[in-house]
């Protein structure tokens, strides 16, 4: 791992100046160096400061994940035995995987989300869940192992209908039980409160305005977009899940935006969206989606970092799995 530690480092500098590019790993690192660099990533690093240390973490484990094809990945999914499921989190991307859920579980169970703050986890692609100081919530949440987490949800949004942003097990054990899901379609063995363009939905203190937009030129109107403003008790932050919506014309919110979290690579003009409604933050998203082949449709921390470096705003964010952000808005303010 060595011999390309120097240009990375070179390349953090380029990074920290908005003109950032990871190459691709010379080799594969070992499995200490794989393991130490994933606990580093989510523990010891954050998206917002693109440090050497974030660098050199995010280049070791984008050699991991650009070896595990789409073909493992489904497989992994399929798989039902304990035994072999627990044999392959033990090492490569599902080890990855495990530890940054085991981390999110541990987290959203044991985190007092302190008045005026919220605390936002990035489990996989775009599946995040958030923790208010009076309500935990998730967005296209989407694990192997996702009904371990449904007893502390109080409801999950869903923005479109594609196996990435929603899975069987989350919509199954909602309904069992008799939680929340919001979704514009309907899903077999579900229970969904169905939403319109346009609409408002009330939970508790934490108002949702809902869109409906294209996901490309051929699919249109098939996206939500959920604008939440997760109440009083945070300073009343808003959080805008674009979900897979392409048009950026189509993203209309209401409230002053928090935190944006945007495909970074479905042809959403990501800076048109910052430039009309100027959110404070960007977590770009959709990265390292493994049903995807590796060559196609699997956006990279290095496509994340060139993008970035290409976008007008202070405080654009790439999260890894795992990570939490425990957001205060006096603090950026």
């Given at each position: 791992?060595?011999?390309?530690?120097?240009?990375?480092?070179?390349?953090?500098?380029?990074?920290?100046?908005?003109?950032?590019?990871?190459?691709?790993?010379?080799?594969?690192?070992?499995?200490?160096?794989?393991?130490?660099?994933?606990?580093?990533?989510?523990?010891?690093?954050?998206?917002?400061?693109?440090?050497?240390?974030?660098?050199?973490?995010?280049?070791?484990?984008?050699?991991?994940?650009?070896?595990?094809?789409?073909?493992?990945?489904?497989?992994?999914?399929?798989?039902?035995?304990?035994?072999?499921?627990?044999?392959?989190?033990?090492?490569?991307?599902?080890?990855?995987?495990?530890?940054?859920?085991?981390?999110?579980?541990?987290?959203?169970?044991?985190?007092?989300?302190?008045?005026?703050t919220v605390a936002v986890w990035l489990l996989y692609n775009m599946g995040y869940i958030v923790k208010t100081p009076t309500s935990t919530?998730?967005?296209?949440?989407?694990?192997?192992?996702?009904?371990?987490?449904?007893?502390?949800?109080?409801?999950?949004?869903?923005?479109?209908?594609?196996?990435?942003?929603?899975?069987?097990?989350?919509?199954?054990?909602?309904?069992?039980?008799?939680?929340?899901?919001?979704?514009?379609?309907?899903?077999?063995?579900?229970?969904?409160?169905?939403?319109?363009?346009?609409?408002?939905?009330?939970?508790?203190?934490?108002?949702?305005?809902?869109?409906?937009?294209?996901?490309?030129?051929?699919?249109?109107?098939?996206?939500?977009?959920?604008?939440?403003?997760?109440?009083?008790?945070?300073?009343?932050?808003?959080?805008?899940?674009?979900?897979?919506?392409?048009?950026?014309?189509?993203?209309?919110?209401?409230?002053?935006?928090?935190?944006?979290?945007?495909?970074?690579?479905?042809?959403?003009?990501?800076?048109?969206?910052?430039?009309?409604?100027?959110?404070?933050?960007?977590?770009?998203?959709?990265?390292?989606?493994?049903?995807?082949?590796?060559?196609?449709?699997?956006?990279?921390?290095?496509?994340?970092?060139?993008?970035?470096?290409?976008?007008?705003?202070?405080?654009?964010w790439i999260p890894c799995w795992g990570e939490k952000v425990v957001y205060n808005r006096a603090d950026w303010e």
């Open positions: 791992m060595r011999k390309f530690f120097v240009s990375l480092l070179v390349l953090a500098v380029s990074a920290v100046t908005a003109s950032a590019q990871i190459v691709k790993p010379l080799d594969m690192p070992s499995e200490k160096e794989y393991r130490k660099a994933v606990k580093t990533i989510m523990y010891k690093t954050n998206g917002h400061d693109i440090t050497p240390e974030r660098m050199e973490v995010m280049e070791t484990t984008q050699a991991v994940l650009n070896r595990f094809t789409n073909k493992e990945w489904n497989a992994f999914l399929k798989e039902s035995d304990p035994v072999k499921v627990a044999e392959a989190e033990r090492t490569g991307v599902p080890y990855f995987l495990r530890k940054s859920f085991d981390k999110v579980k541990k987290e959203v169970r044991t985190t007092k989300v302190k008045e005026g919530f998730a967005i296209d949440l989407y694990s192997k192992h996702a009904d371990e987490l449904l007893d502390m949800i109080d409801f999950v949004m869903i923005t479109h209908a594609h196996g990435d942003h929603k899975t069987q097990n989350v919509v199954e054990g909602m309904t069992k039980r008799n939680k929340p899901i919001f979704a514009s379609f309907d899903i077999k063995g579900a229970n969904v409160t169905k939403i319109t363009d346009g609409g408002v939905i009330e939970m508790g203190d934490i108002t949702i305005r809902t869109t409906i937009g294209d996901h490309n030129k051929k699919w249109h109107l098939d996206v939500t977009s959920y604008e939440i403003d997760c109440g009083p008790k945070t300073n009343n932050t808003v959080i805008y899940h674009t979900g897979d919506s392409y048009n950026y014309k189509q993203l209309n919110p209401q409230k002053k935006v928090d935190i944006f979290m945007p495909h970074m690579a479905v042809g959403l003009k990501i800076q048109k969206a910052i430039d009309k409604f100027q959110p404070r933050h960007v977590f770009l998203s959709h990265l390292q989606e493994l049903g995807h082949a590796v060559e196609k449709w699997r956006w990279t921390f290095h496509d994340a970092l060139k993008l970035k470096s290409t976008l007008t705003h202070d405080h654009v």
